[in-house]
């Protein structure tokens, strides 16, 4: 069984930076993608960003590319979002995901359908 645990979540002013940190547990973690996704109080689940099992592919969301990486330590079983120039609009619970694949096709990879294990999701409030 997959478990996926978020941290490093906080209240920042606008321009500050974050790095989100996800832990798993489970064997299958350096074979699978790991997606980042985001959801605001009355909004749609929103894709984030997601990198590929070795970590040699990435994509984001038009919101927040050239402001966020992701980066994965397989040997720690981790993955991290590393926000920049954070935005009021960035604010909301940030959850990170696995699937049971690599990589995929660019639209299958911003549904959350094709995410099998979800983490409890940690909150970053931006303030301006």
């Known amino acids: 069984q997959v478990q996926l645990v978020e941290t490093g979540g906080g209240l920042v002013q606008a321009g500050d930076s974050l790095r989100l940190s996800c832990a798993a547990s489970g064997r299958t973690f350096s074979t699978s993608a790991m997606g980042w996704f985001r959801q605001a109080p009355g909004q749609e689940r929103e894709f984030v960003g997601v990198?590929?099992?070795?970590?040699?592919?990435?994509y984001y969301s038009s919101s927040v590319r050239g402001r966020f990486t992701i980066s994965r330590d397989n040997a720690k079983s981790t993955v991290y979002l590393q926000m920049n120039a954070l935005k009021p609009e960035d604010t909301a619970a940030y959850y990170c995901?696995?699937?049971?694949?690599?990589?995929?096709?660019?639209?299958?990879?911003?549904?959350?359908?094709?995410?099998?294990?979800w983490g409890q999701g940690t909150q970053v409030t931006v303030s301006s």
């Open positions: 995901a696995q699937p049971t694949w690599s990589w995929m096709t660019i639209s299958a990879m911003q549904s959350g359908e094709y995410y099998d294990y």
């Open positions: 990198i590929s099992g070795i970590g040699s592919m990435t």
